[in-house]
């Protein structure tokens, strides 16, 4: 009884001091410029300063671990990646979260999909069209990405597996990389991420073909999506906010209801749509766990399309 009294005048008095909010990402960047913009209005909905502290290392998996190892009190959150949350427990062994049961999630900070794109004088301006352009070239078609294991280099064998195709991917060291090298005529298509392609866009010497999204993408609004193309493929980039689970849910709720209220302000949508992102949907608590249950599903399917045993 003590000790509930003791969790209950917690929750009660929550928020009493200042928050730390973990980025597991090195600072600058898009990555950042959501973060700092989410903990802008975070700090006004729930009336306390809240404070970022980067934590990088291990493609983001030292600044999750110390996260989830946080005192459960509500004053020490995350901002995680799908990709941290659901793939790297199933490829970087030994690490403190082996899956949802090992955190609590609070709330979606933002979505930015995957994004087909190709030369501007590329024969082919559709995914329909790419994937005919691929089917009559098996194995003779490139296309660069982000890494083997990141939503874009898995984008490339999903629409494999579901089109019958076999385009090569080719990982690159990055998104300067990629460019150069689908500019160059080195490969031929690009899977990446809008911001990272827009200014190319802009000058007429790319064209986006497809987003992989569920959703309309207001960045390239005449865009298609690969799902009114008949492939049912949401990949991209998500940020959870997170907790230690053990975090009470008194607390817990009070932080999902923020977030929520700050991603339904018309300024923070305004600012996911003007740097390439999305408004996440709106989900419970159960909809968060269950969505991310289904990607770690969707991410052990894809390392067994890439012929890579899952650690767990």
Known sequence: MAALGATT??????????????IPYSPGGG???????????????????????????????????????????GYTVAMVSNGNLTMSPLTIPGLPWDGIDD????????????VLAARSDAEWSTLEDYIAFAKSRPGNVHAATSGQLTPSGLGVEMLNAQAGLDVVAIPMSGGAESLTQLLGGHVDALF????????QVDAGELKPVAVFSTTPYPFFA??????????NMDLGTKFYLIAPKDLPEDIAEKLRAATLEVTAQDDFQA????????????????????ELHTEEQLNRDALTLIGQEPVL
């Open 222 to 231: 005449d865009t298609g999506l690969a799902q009114d193309a008949g492939y």
């Open 9 to 22: 005048a917690l929750a009660q008095d929550w928020p009493s001091r200042d928050i730390t909010f973990i």
């Open 31 to 73: 990555t950042d410029m959501l973060a700092q913009e989410f903990t802008r209005k975070l700090s006004e909905v729930i009336g306390a300063t809240v404070i970022i502290d980067y934590r990088p290392g291990g493609s983001g998996s030292v600044g999750t671990g110390i996260a989830v190892r946080a005192p459960a009190d």
């Open 103 to 114: 955190y609590k999630v609070l709330g979606k900070i933002g979505d930015q999909p995957v």
């Open 271 to 290: 600012f996911l749509t003007n740097n390439g992102y999305v408004k996440p949907a709106e989900l419970d608590a159960a909809g968060m766990v269950e």
């Open 192 to 199: 990446s991420y809008g911001p990272a392609i827009k200014g």
